[in-house]
């Protein structure tokens, strides 16, 4: 039990060069679903010990921090580190089936290899007490995606890894500048060092420099409008899997990062009252809504839809952190839970489509809700949750972030968030629409429903979405925990 920190981190690190002793692709399969489950169980296990003991410190290598590299975890990053391992597990169950027709046989190993060291990444970003070390965990993650992305059949999926390939380069540079400048001005990378020493030199010019390429860096990686042209492509051409698994945890462990570093490493007082950083996140979280949901609505691929909905729901996070309370930023931490089950059941759902017709073009849907019942059942709760409606996850969220403007007395910015999930409706009609209220192609009369192997996972976060809707226990307060701790509220 001691060893948890570290073990949830090692365990798909060592298994990932393991897959490629397996050949046979059901044999490694297996093997990385066991992997992945294993790694969830250890999350679970770290959030009970967080939230009976407190926070966990662990040492690597003899070193005590802030000399050596120390494995911290709290509330926060327990919380976020099972999501990203639960999502991936129950992800991966489709995996098998989905990639039949996307992906030759002899390549499925190498994708089972990335898909562990990807998560490694995630995990250890997650996980890790060094500044130094998010930038090393971030480049295995960001390098496993981009080598993910560009196993699509399309050949449209290799531009995609390219433009994502630059784009990341690009905010792990900065990243990597603004921990380098950090260190330059402390003599450590310990990040509750760092929070310790920053507030001393918190006013020269070179922490200011340092704090605007972190956020400018993070910012990129969690596609916050305008820096989110790389997430629209490389979702809609990486196989399915590979979308479903990144929309449900990659943008979650940016939006971690980000909170992070405001939150910890530099301070609440620096990031919302020395610099307004609480204006510029507001600002391009609500833009970031509006405008990706309005494109949203224009696309003809519905994967694009989607992708444009997942920077519109990452815009809510962005708005909740903006407020600069506990309630803000519970709420933020509320939807990163909520949306990565919604996103997680709508790709997978979108993965079965993609096993039957080949293609998602929304003009191929017609019929389909005939054709498809349990798909196209799933698509609908997903959306209905990603519109906010009660009874799913996405209300819940939504309902603690309105809550969260109205005490703030942002009541201008309570409707804007009312309005923006209203624009939700109109994209997730245009599906609903063309595949219930239309008859089936010619070419697609035959289509039958998605095979079990994709529907199974699928309805798991299906359900998920309404349980965790109803019975808000864990998700709520696990959040709220999280939040207080960053403000020094005692529980």
Same mark, same amino acid.
């Given at each position: 039990?001691?060893?948890?920190? %570290?073990?949830?981190?090692?365990?798909?690190?060592?298994?990932?060069?393991?897959?490629?002793?397996?050949?046979?692709?059901?044999?490694?399969?297996l093997?990385?679903?066991?992997?992945?489950?294993?790694?969830?169980t %250890?999350?679970?296990?770290?959030?009970?010990?967080?939230?009976?003991? =407190?926070?966990?410190?662990?040492?690597? #290598?003899?070193?005590?921090?802030?000399?050596?590299?120390?494995?911290?975890? &709290?509330?926060?990053? *327990?919380?976020?580190?099972?999501?990203?391992? #639960?999502?991936?597990?129950v992800?991966l169950?489709?995996?098998?089936?989905?990639?039949?027709n996307?992906?030759?046989?002899?390549?499925?190993?190498y994708?089972?290899?990335?898909?562990?060291?990807?998560l490694? =990444?995630?995990?250890?970003i997650?996980?890790t @007490?060094?500044?130094?070390?998010?930038?090393?965990?971030?480049?295995?993650?960001?390098?496993?995606a981009?080598?993910?992305?560009?196993?699509?059949? &399309?050949?449209?999926?290799?531009?995609?890894s390219?433009? /994502?390939?630059?784009?990341?380069t690009?905010?792990?540079?900065? %990243?990597?500048?603004?921990?380098?400048?950090? /260190?330059?001005?402390?003599?450590?990378?310990?990040?509750q060092?760092?929070?310790?020493?920053?507030?001393e030199?918190?006013?020269?010019?070179?922490?200011f420099v340092?704090?605007?390429?972190?956020?400018?860096?993070?910012c990129?990686k969690?596609?916050?409008? !305008?820096?989110?042209?790389?997430? !629209?492509?490389?979702?809609?051409?990486?196989?399915?899997?590979?979308?479903?698994?990144l929309? *449900?945890?990659?943008?979650?462990?940016?939006?971690?990062?980000?909170i992070?570093?405001?939150?910890?490493?530099? #301070?609440?007082?620096?990031?919302?009252?020395?610099?307004?950083?609480?204006?510029?996140?507001?600002?391009?979280?609500?833009? #970031?809504?509006?405008?990706?949901?309005?494109?949203?609505?224009?696309?003809?691929?519905?994967?694009?839809?989607?992708?444009?909905?997942?920077?519109?729901?990452?815009?809510?996070?962005?708005?909740?952190?903006s407020?600069?309370?506990?309630?803000?930023?519970? *709420?933020?931490?509320?939807?990163?839970?909520?949306?990565?089950?919604?996103?997680?059941a709508?790709?997978?759902?979108?993965? @079965?489509?993609?096993?039957?017709?080949?293609?998602v073009?929304?003009?191929?849907?017609? @019929?389909?809700?005939?054709?498809?019942p349990?798909?196209?059942?799933?698509?609908?709760? =997903?959306?209905?949750? $990603?519109?906010?409606? !009660?009874?799913t996850?996405?209300?819940?969220?939504?309902? /603690?972030?309105?809550?969260a403007?109205?005490?703030?007395?942002?009541?201008?910015?309570?409707?804007?968030?009312?309005?923006?999930?209203? $624009?939700?409706?109109?994209?997730l009609?245009?599906?609903?629409?063309?595949?219930?209220?239309?008859?089936?192609?010619?070419?697609?009369?035959?289509?039958?429903?998605?095979?079990?192997g994709?529907?199974? !996972?699928?309805?798991?976060?299906v359900?998920?979405?309404?349980?965790?809707?109803? &019975?808000?226990?864990?998700?709520?307060q696990?959040?709220?925990?999280?939040?207080?701790?960053?403000?020094?509220?005692?529980p």
């Amino acid at each position: 039990m001691a060893h948890l920190p %570290i073990l949830q981190v090692i365990l798909p690190l060592l298994a990932a060069p393991l897959c490629l002793f397996l050949k046979r692709p059901k044999l490694v399969w297996l093997f990385a679903c066991v992997v992945t489950a294993l790694t969830f169980t %250890i999350s679970v296990l770290l959030v009970q010990q967080v939230t009976s003991t =407190g926070v966990i410190s662990y040492e690597l #290598g003899g070193w005590a921090p802030p000399w050596g590299i120390e494995y911290r975890i &709290d509330a926060l990053n *327990a919380f976020v580190i099972m999501v990203v391992s #639960g999502l991936s597990a129950v992800v991966l169950l489709a995996a098998r089936t989905s990639l039949e027709n996307e992906l030759s046989s002899n390549r499925q190993t190498y994708f089972y290899a990335l898909y562990l060291l990807s998560l490694t =990444g995630m995990l250890g970003i997650l996980a890790t @007490g060094d500044a130094f070390n998010v930038f090393v965990f971030l480049e295995i993650s960001s390098l496993s995606a981009y080598a993910l992305i560009a196993m699509g059949k &399309d050949r449209r999926a290799l531009w995609a890894s390219y433009q /994502y390939l630059i784009m990341g380069t690009i905010g792990a540079t900065f %990243i990597l500048i603004g921990i380098g400048l950090m /260190y330059q001005m402390t003599g450590t990378l310990n990040m509750q060092d760092l929070a310790e020493r920053l507030p001393e030199v918190a006013q020269t010019r070179t922490v200011f420099v340092s704090f605007a390429f972190v956020v400018v860096g993070v910012c990129l990686k969690l596609a916050l409008f !305008p820096l989110h042209l790389w997430l !629209p492509n490389a979702y809609a051409y990486a196989p399915s899997i590979v979308t479903a698994m990144l929309a *449900a945890t990659s943008t979650k462990v940016a939006i971690y990062l980000l909170i992070r570093f405001t939150f910890t490493v530099f #301070g609440l007082s620096f990031s919302f009252t020395t610099l307004p950083l609480n204006i510029l996140f507001l600002v391009l979280g609500l833009l #970031g809504v509006f405008v990706a949901s309005t494109s949203a609505i224009y696309q003809q691929n519905v994967k694009h839809i989607f992708a444009y909905s997942s920077i519109a729901q990452v815009g809510y996070m962005i708005v909740g952190i903006s407020v600069g309370t506990a309630a803000g930023l519970s *709420a933020s931490l509320m939807h990163i839970f909520n949306h990565a089950l919604m996103k997680g059941a709508l790709f997978l759902a979108l993965a @079965g489509v993609m096993y039957r017709l080949g293609n998602v073009q929304l003009k191929s849907f017609q @019929g389909l809700g005939r054709q498809m019942p349990l798909t196209m059942a799933a698509i609908v709760v =997903g959306g209905l949750s $990603l519109i906010g409606v !009660p009874l799913t996850v996405g209300f819940i969220s939504k309902w /603690y972030l309105v809550v969260a403007m109205i005490e703030n007395g942002w009541w201008p910015v309570a409707i804007l968030i009312l309005f923006g999930s209203l $624009l939700a409706i109109i994209y997730l009609w245009r599906v609903v629409e063309v595949a219930y209220f239309r008859a089936p192609n010619k070419d697609n009369e035959s289509v039958k429903e998605a095979p079990l192997g994709i529907l199974i !996972p699928t309805w798991i976060l299906v359900l998920a979405n309404v349980y965790f809707g109803v &019975d808000t226990r864990i998700n709520v307060q696990i959040a709220q925990m999280a939040a207080e701790n960053l403000f020094g509220v005692a529980p």
